[in-house]
């Protein structure tokens, strides 16, 4: 997988876009990184056809809370 980082200045804050680094496993994946922020989308796509009739979608959130020292 090709490793690709690109860094970009939008709105006077510095983003990262890193690609291949991660999710190895996936189709496609991306890093963005602004500020002590990342966010990962990942994306998996199936080799047969699908006529299911819609796009079943799924959102993990999850937030984590001890990064930044608070232990529930």
């Known amino acids: 997988m090709k490793k690709i ?3 970009v200045n939008i709105g006077g804050k510095d983003i990262t876009l890193s690609s291949g680094m991660l999710a190895g496993q996936a189709d496609g994946s991306i890093l963005v990184e602004s500020e002590g922020t990342a966010v990962l989308a990942t994306c998996v796509v199936s080799k047969e056809p699908s006529d299911l009739g819609h796009l079943p979608l799924m959102v ?7 990064a930044s020292g608070k232990i529930s």
């Open 5 to 7: 980082e690109n860094k």
């Open 60 to 66: 993990d959130y999850e937030e984590k809370f001890y």
